[in-house]
Every structure is written in C-alpha cells, then in structure tokens.
C-alpha cells in the first residue's frame, strides 16, 4: 500500500514557473515509477511525465518536452514536477501516481494515486 500526497499548485502567470511536490509513503518496493498525469476542465487524464525511481530515467509527453522535467530524491521519498514556461493550456489538475507500472503512459497501470492539486495558469 502506498500513499502520495502532492503539493505546489497555485495560480501562476503564463510564461512563469511552478514545482509540485509528490511525497510517498507507505510499503518499499511496492513502486518502479512515479508519474504525473493532469485533467483539465472537460477533458480526460492525460500522463505528462513520469520517473523509474530506482534509475532516475524520464519519459514526458510531447507537450511539455523542454517545459516540464521530473526528479525524485530517494532520501525522502519525494517526487517533484518542475514546470516552466507554462502555458494556458497547462490549466489543470495534476495528479501523481505510482505503483508497479508497465506502461508509464497508461493510467489503468498505476494503482495509487494522490488527491490533485490545482495548476491555474492565467495572463
């Protein structure tokens, strides 16, 4: 069993820049990955990002390639979604979320997932 708890959302201007948080807590082992996904109003979840905790490798979608870096600091268990130049578009809740995963771009494959913290992004 996991636990992840993000913080960091908040109304930020376009262009500017905002780092979430993801702690996780709970059984060693139970995680390979640690992703960030986000909803915007009307729409589906969508993956954004998302780190092999063990190697520190990231895979990002297309959108925010360049924008957006992850990392994670083993020593306390934190995940951490660093997001610049951000755009209107980047309106969101963003989730994170962990487990055994295969597929990183997959929702369905994570099992735990933190409450959502809100990302405005107006001009």
């Known amino acids: 069993q996991l636990q992840l708890v993000e913080s960091g959302g908040g109304l930020v201007q376009t262009g500017g820049s905002l780092r979430l948080s993801c702690v996780v807590s709970g059984r060693p082992f139970t995680k390979n990955i640690v992703g960030w996904f986000r909803q915007a109003p009307g729409k589906e979840r969508e993956f954004v990002a998302a780190i092999y905790w063990v190697a520190g490798t990231a895979r990002y979608q297309d959108s925010v390639l360049g924008r957006f870096s992850v990392s994670r600091d083993g020593a306390t268990n934190t995940a951490y979604l660093q997001m610049s130049r951000l755009k209107d578009e980047d309106t969101a809740v963003y989730y994170c979320?962990?487990?055994?995963?295969?597929?990183?771009?997959?929702?369905?494959?994570?099992?735990?997932w933190g409450q959502g913290t809100q990302v405005t992004v107006s001009s």
């Open positions: 979320a962990s487990g055994w995963v295969r597929n990183v771009m997959n929702e369905s494959d994570y099992d735990y």
